[in-house]
Nanobody, 122 residues
């Protein structure tokens, strides 16, 4: 029911920044929690960050704490991931997900976007 479209990926040198966006096809406020995931070459999918439907609760993977910030603009039905101090190990395909249940440390993944590539060179 919900379509998600990611954008903002690209190539950047280590230490640089990128801001990813995820546009939803319908209202997300008080309806869906949202989250970012990533999958690096040869590795399993990893949860990066999540935010509750009201935007009052968030969680982050230990590997990105202090560097990444998840936020959303409900008026635009858009989720963001600000990525600073990027490292080569952050290189991955990044996916946006939306879900109907918030578990405190994760968001149920009922809908997925197609992904946007992030490449960080040393």
């Amino acid at each position: 029911q919900v379509q998600l479209v990611e954008s903002g990926g690209g190539s950047v040198q280590a230490g640089g920044s990128l801001r990813l966006s995820c546009a939803a096809s319908e209202v997300t406020r008080n309806r869906y929690c949202m989250a970012w995931f990533r999958r690096a070459p040869g590795k399993e999918r990893e949860g990066v960050a999540g935010i509750s439907s009201g935007g009052t609760s968030t969680y982050y993977a230990d590997s990105v704490k202090g560097r990444f910030t998840i936020s959303q603009d409900h008026a635009k039905n858009t989720l963001y991931l600000q990525m600073n101090s990027l490292k080569p190990e952050d290189t991955a395909m990044y996916y946006c997900a939306a879900g109907s249940a918030w578990y405190g440390i994760s968001c149920r993944q009922d809908y997925w976007g197609q992904g946007t590539q992030v490449t960080v060179s040393s």
